[in-house]
């Protein structure tokens, strides 16, 4: 560890807890629009898929705060970063909940994914802060406290906006992302950053990167795969729980988030699997996972009780697999450049956030058009896609692999005179 990564105090377990908080309420302010999606077609009298596009709008927004705030990590004290961030992001959620229209919703809703990329911001800066043995267990911790915030988000935002109106969660992350940044600006560690490099400098790294390191283009494809899957059925099934199959209210969503709670408990395990075992198995097994999850999912069509036990074992499934895979590529991307490492995630969740956005649009889209099951197809096929990848990497580090093997016969193969 240099000296411009290390902390004025050190990173001990409170701190550590403070910082999967602070990602989980982040993160939290793009999925609680999922659960309140139904209720605000029904308050600004458009269509459901037309509502959608306030999801759709947070995830291209969050995929370009990666690209033009992420970076910047690398260039600024991350306690000034995080805080400033959490007060744009608490004016973007006053904005939404003020709007009078769809497109005022959408344009507060992109703003609020643009600000609220904290968690992006704090986790290459924990990676710089504890030792590579323990990476992977942080890296889990912090991914478990995101998943608290995405499951409590979505159950929070149907049961507040079914009881106070579709406006009411968005003034509730308000207050808290505002509280949240005053309180962080005395409790977040002090760092130097790494890095002096201007801004559009910044901004150009993680494509140079993308262009120089194959293992980064390869997580990024992964996650772009696995979590456009993941966010094709979270956009979806609020449309299908609450549409004719099964009559649900908006709280419906958020009940069927908390199934995946067990997600925190998995993925701080999947950490310490990628610091035994590496990342590529647990990459396998979160690739297997999501097409697992789509064939239970499926049976959802059923309808009645059978089906809403599929869906809480498909969407438990499919959240564990995609949490699981993030780990094992951050793992994977905070190993290559240590001094880049805020770079390397922007590249990294950049892409990882355009595939969720695609897919949250594939998803509302085949669900839409064709239903549920052409929804879970989709995501079968993208999950299909990561695993062909994943085979052709395995084919390729197999036949590098032979290949040396066999020049190394070759030169300690004596000549004959």
């Known amino acids: 560890m240099s000296s411009s990564e290390r902390p004025a105090a050190p990173l001990g377990r409170w701190v550590i807890f403070v910082l999967a908080l602070t990602c989980g309420v982040a993160v939290g302010n793009i999925y609680f629009p999922q659960a309140v999606s139904p209720l605000v077609a029904d308050g600004l009298g458009v269509s459901p898929g037309s509502a959608a596009l306030v999801v759709t709008a947070a995830q291209f927004g969050y995929a370009a705060g990666n690209f033009l705030i992420v ?16 007060g744009v992001t608490g004016v973007g959620l006053l904005g939404a909940a003020g709007a009078p229209a769809l497109p005022g ?108 390191e194959p293992e980064l283009r390869r997580s990024c494809f992964y996650q772009a795969t696995i979590f456009g899957a993941f966010q094709a059925v979270w956009t979806g099934v609020a449309l299908f729980l609450t549409g004719p199959v099964y009559g649900l209210g908006a709280p419906a969503v958020g009940v069927l988030a908390l199934v995946s709670a067990g997600t925190m408990v998995a993925t701080p395990v999947a950490g310490r699997l990628v610091d035994r075992a590496g990342s590529d198995p647990v990459n396998l097994a979160a690739i297997l996972g999501t097409i697992a999850a789509a064939a239970v999912l499926a049976l959802g069509g059923l309808g009645g009780a059978a089906g809403l036990a ?77 695993l062909a990848r994943h085979l052709l990497h395995r084919r390729t580090t197999a036949a590098v692999r032979t290949g040396g093997q066999a020049g190394d016969r070759l030169l300690r193969t004596p000549r004959r005179p």
């Open 71 to 86: 970076p910047l990590g690398d260039r600024f004290p991350h306690r000034t970063l995080i805080v400033v961030m959490l």
């Open 105 to 212: 919703l959408v344009g507060a809703s992109a703003l609020v994914g643009v600000t609220t990329v904290v968690a992006q911001v704090i986790a290459p800066m924990a990676a710089g802060l504890v030792p590579d043995d323990r990476r992977g267990a942080v890296m889990g911790t912090l991914l478990a406290g995101s998943i608290g915030g995405i499951l409590l988000a979505r159950t929070f935002g149907g049961m507040a906006g079914e009881w106070l109106g579709w406006r009411a969660p968005y003034l509730i992350a308000a207050a808290v992302a505002l509280a949240l940044a005053a309180g962080l600006a005395f409790a977040l560690p002090v760092t130097v950053p790494p890095s002096r490099q201007p801004y559009p400098a910044l901004l150009a790294a993680p494509l140079r990167l993308l262009r120089r």
């Open 310 to 386: 599929a869906l809480g074992a498909g969407t438990l499934l499919l959240d564990v697999a995609m949490q699981s895979g993030m780990i094992a590529n951050q793992a994977r991307i905070f190993a290559l450049r240590p001094e880049a490492r805020s770079r390397v995630n922007t590249a990294y969740m950049t892409c990882a956030f355009l595939g969720g956005s695609t897919g949250s649009w594939l998803g509302a889209t085949a669900y839409a058009r064709s239903g549920w099951t052409a929804l879970c197809a989709l995501v079968a096929v993208l999950a299909v896609l990561a």
